[in-house]
T-cell receptor, first 111, second 109 residues
């Protein structure tokens, strides 16, 4: 059974740039959730995708957007990067309403 | 709004010294309470799900319990490899988990 994978591992961008983060779900899972984790804090929910549709969103501005593909992999896009966007971005896959299993994360640094 | 508060923020124990971590929550209709372990720079690792007050689950040296207002993660005779940040999360809406800030646990040999 393949676990959740994310790419890239680390990323450095400058303010105003755009970034795309990628996630491959665990085998058999059709739901993907994205979280932002600042240093020393718990993860914060960004949004969730189910069957290629956004299925819930946290308190994040529209410049955070996502996609889910037919193979259940997913992308998180962030436009107009700000310094406060520096964080660990976590992807979690699950079956609907079941336990969420997290990937290793992508560390984004915005300079 | 759902809220989760974990205490203490950090805990240092000697190897073999048992203790408990606390997770207090307020939620409008609990669908599940989750415990995760997170090592530095890595994603959270799923440990337990609890659904109703009175429920308990165990895994090796860890035991999680749930009441209507809080959950405890009991660690019995811990080893240095149990050092990690332990995260608690609640689910009231189908889509999202609301996490606490975590308890950073250090076990000294």
């Amino acid at each position: 059974e393949t676990g959740v994978t994310q790419s890239p591992t680390h990323l450095i961008k400058t303010r105003g740039q755009q970034v795309t983060l990628r996630c491959s779900s665990q085998s058999g899972h059709n739901t993907v959730s994205w979280y932002q984790q600042a240093l020393g804090q718990g993860p914060q929910f960004i949004f969730q995708y189910y069957r290629e549709e956004e299925n819930g969103r946290g308190n994040f501005p529209p410049r955070f957007s996502g996609l889910q593909f037919p193979n259940y992999s997913s992308e998180l896009n962030v436009n107009a990067l700000e310094l406060d966007d520096s964080a660990l971005y976590l992807c979690a896959s699950s079956l609907p309403n079941n336990e969420q299993f997290f990937g290793p994360g992508t560390r984004l640094t915005v300079l | 709004e759902d809220q989760v508060t974990q205490s203490p923020e950090a805990l240092r124990l000697q190897e073999g010294e048992s203790s408990s971590l606390n997770c207090s929550y307020t939620v409008s209709g609990l669908r599940g309470l989750f415990w995760y372990r997170q090592d530095p720079g890595k994603g959270p690792e799923f440990l337990f799900t609890l659904y109703s007050a009175g429920e308990e689950k165990e895994k090796e040296r860890l035991k999680a319990t749930l009441t209507k207002k809080e959950s405890f993660l009991h660690i019995t005779a811990p080893k240095p490899e149990d050092s990690a940040t332990y995260l608690c999360a609640v689910q009231s809406q189908p889509q999202k988990l609301v996490f606490g800030q975590g308890t950073r646990l250090t076990i000294n040999p």
